[in-house]
Protein backbone atom coordinates (compact mmCIF):
# COMPACT_ATOMS: atom_id res chain seq x y z
CA UNK A 1 0.00 0.00 0.00
CA UNK A 2 2.70 2.65 0.99
CA UNK A 3 4.40 1.69 -2.52
CA UNK A 4 1.56 2.37 -4.34
CA UNK A 5 0.55 5.94 -2.47
CA UNK A 6 4.16 7.13 -3.18
CA UNK A 7 3.57 5.93 -6.85
CA UNK A 8 0.26 8.44 -6.70
CA UNK A 9 2.14 10.98 -5.31
CA UNK A 10 4.69 11.04 -7.38
CA UNK A 11 2.32 10.84 -11.10
CA UNK A 12 0.75 13.80 -9.53
CA UNK A 13 3.56 16.23 -8.99
CA UNK A 14 4.99 14.85 -12.22
CA UNK A 15 1.44 16.90 -13.17
CA UNK A 16 1.87 19.27 -11.81
CA UNK A 17 5.07 20.48 -11.62
CA UNK A 18 4.84 21.86 -15.19
CA UNK A 19 2.74 24.36 -14.36
CA UNK A 20 4.93 25.46 -11.10
CA UNK A 21 7.91 25.38 -12.62
CA UNK A 22 6.93 27.26 -15.61
CA UNK A 23 6.36 30.78 -13.76
CA UNK A 24 9.92 29.83 -11.69
CA UNK A 25 12.23 28.42 -13.70
CA UNK A 26 12.88 31.93 -16.10
CA UNK A 27 15.90 33.80 -16.55
CA UNK A 28 15.13 37.14 -16.01
CA UNK A 29 17.83 38.64 -18.43
CA UNK A 30 17.03 36.41 -21.19
CA UNK A 31 13.20 37.30 -20.48
CA UNK A 32 14.35 41.42 -20.39
CA UNK A 33 15.64 40.92 -24.23
CA UNK A 34 12.16 38.90 -24.81
CA UNK A 35 10.06 41.49 -23.56
CA UNK A 36 11.43 44.16 -26.17
CA UNK A 37 8.34 42.53 -28.44
CA UNK A 38 5.79 42.96 -25.81
CA UNK A 39 6.81 46.59 -25.35
CA UNK A 40 5.02 47.44 -28.60
CA UNK A 41 1.95 47.54 -25.98
CA UNK A 42 3.12 47.27 -22.19
CA UNK A 43 5.66 49.26 -20.10
CA UNK A 44 7.29 47.61 -17.09
CA UNK A 45 9.60 49.42 -14.43
CA UNK A 46 10.19 53.32 -12.71
CA UNK A 47 9.13 55.00 -15.55
CA UNK A 48 6.05 52.89 -17.00
CA UNK A 49 3.35 54.35 -18.75
CA UNK A 50 0.37 53.38 -20.22
CA UNK A 51 0.80 52.38 -23.74
CA UNK A 52 -1.85 49.96 -26.02
CA UNK A 53 -1.99 47.84 -23.14
CA UNK A 54 -1.57 48.04 -19.01
CA UNK A 55 1.73 48.82 -17.10
CA UNK A 56 2.86 45.42 -15.97
CA UNK A 57 4.35 46.17 -12.49
CA UNK A 58 2.74 44.69 -9.71
CA UNK A 59 0.77 42.68 -12.46
CA UNK A 60 1.49 39.31 -10.43
CA UNK A 61 -0.93 39.64 -7.40
CA UNK A 62 -3.27 41.98 -9.46
CA UNK A 63 -6.82 41.70 -10.42
CA UNK A 64 -7.01 41.09 -13.72
CA UNK A 65 -8.18 44.21 -15.99
CA UNK A 66 -7.53 46.46 -12.67
CA UNK A 67 -4.20 48.58 -13.18
CA UNK A 68 -5.87 51.99 -12.61
CA UNK A 69 -4.36 53.88 -15.55
CA UNK A 70 -5.30 51.51 -18.11
CA UNK A 71 -9.13 51.39 -16.59
CA UNK A 72 -8.83 55.37 -16.93
CA UNK A 73 -7.58 55.42 -20.68
CA UNK A 74 -10.40 52.56 -21.41
CA UNK A 75 -7.51 50.23 -22.50
CA UNK A 76 -9.09 46.69 -21.53
CA UNK A 77 -11.49 44.62 -23.04
CA UNK A 78 -15.18 44.04 -21.32
CA UNK A 79 -14.00 40.58 -20.88
CA UNK A 80 -11.00 41.48 -18.94
CA UNK A 81 -12.39 43.50 -16.66
CA UNK A 82 -15.01 40.89 -16.29
CA UNK A 83 -12.61 38.52 -15.20
CA UNK A 84 -11.12 40.17 -12.17
CA UNK A 85 -14.22 41.71 -11.72
CA UNK A 86 -15.49 37.39 -11.00
CA UNK A 87 -12.19 37.46 -8.27
CA UNK A 88 -9.29 36.09 -10.61
CA UNK A 89 -5.72 37.52 -9.89
CA UNK A 90 -2.35 36.73 -12.04
CA UNK A 91 0.00 34.50 -11.03
CA UNK A 92 3.04 33.63 -12.87
CA UNK A 93 1.62 30.30 -13.30
CA UNK A 94 -1.51 32.03 -15.22
CA UNK A 95 0.39 34.49 -17.12
CA UNK A 96 2.66 31.64 -18.44
CA UNK A 97 -0.79 29.90 -19.82
CA UNK A 98 -2.05 33.10 -20.94
CA UNK A 99 0.76 34.38 -22.54
CA UNK A 100 0.71 30.90 -25.19
CA UNK A 101 -2.95 31.89 -25.88
CA UNK A 102 -4.74 34.69 -24.57
CA UNK A 103 -8.11 34.50 -26.39
CA UNK A 104 -8.04 30.94 -25.59
CA UNK A 105 -6.78 31.53 -22.00
CA UNK A 106 -9.92 34.14 -21.83
CA UNK A 107 -12.43 31.60 -22.90
CA UNK A 108 -11.32 28.87 -20.70
CA UNK A 109 -11.50 31.47 -17.93
CA UNK A 110 -14.63 32.47 -18.44
CA UNK A 111 -16.26 29.03 -18.46
CA UNK A 112 -14.46 28.24 -14.79
CA UNK A 113 -15.66 31.39 -13.26
CA UNK A 114 -19.04 30.95 -14.88
CA UNK A 115 -19.00 34.43 -16.58
CA UNK A 116 -21.96 34.83 -19.26
CA UNK A 117 -21.35 36.11 -22.58
CA UNK A 118 -18.74 35.47 -25.27
CA UNK A 119 -15.24 36.03 -24.07
CA UNK A 120 -13.19 38.52 -26.49
CA UNK A 121 -9.06 39.14 -26.06
CA UNK A 122 -7.76 42.62 -27.03
CA UNK A 123 -4.15 40.92 -27.01
CA UNK A 124 -3.42 38.19 -30.41
CA UNK A 125 0.10 38.69 -29.62
CA UNK A 126 1.26 35.10 -27.91
CA UNK A 127 4.79 33.71 -27.11
CA UNK A 128 4.54 29.93 -28.25
CA UNK A 129 7.66 28.90 -27.27
CA UNK A 130 7.67 27.48 -23.79
CA UNK A 131 11.08 29.04 -22.09
CA UNK A 132 10.19 32.49 -23.60
CA UNK A 133 7.16 32.47 -21.56
CA UNK A 134 9.35 31.66 -18.51
CA UNK A 135 11.91 33.76 -19.19
CA UNK A 136 9.79 36.56 -19.61
CA UNK A 137 7.77 36.11 -16.44
CA UNK A 138 10.83 35.69 -14.65
CA UNK A 139 11.67 39.17 -15.73
CA UNK A 140 8.20 40.57 -15.21
CA UNK A 141 8.32 39.19 -11.72
CA UNK A 142 11.04 41.46 -10.76
CA UNK A 143 8.72 44.86 -10.66
CA UNK A 144 5.83 42.69 -8.87
CA UNK A 145 5.52 43.26 -4.76
CA UNK A 146 4.71 39.38 -4.72
CA UNK A 147 7.87 37.89 -5.69
CA UNK A 148 7.20 34.26 -5.75
CA UNK A 149 4.66 33.89 -8.57
CA UNK A 150 1.99 31.10 -7.31
CA UNK A 151 -1.50 29.47 -7.27
Request: with cysteine; net charge positive.
Amino acid sequence: MKSFLRAVAVAAAVLIAPSVAAAQEGDAAKGEKIFKRCATCHMVGDKAKTKVGPILNNVIGRAAGSEEDALKRKRYGKSMIAVGEAGFKWTGDEIYTYLEDPRGWLRAKYKELKIDGRAASKMAFRLRKEQDRRDVIAYVAQFSKEAAPTN
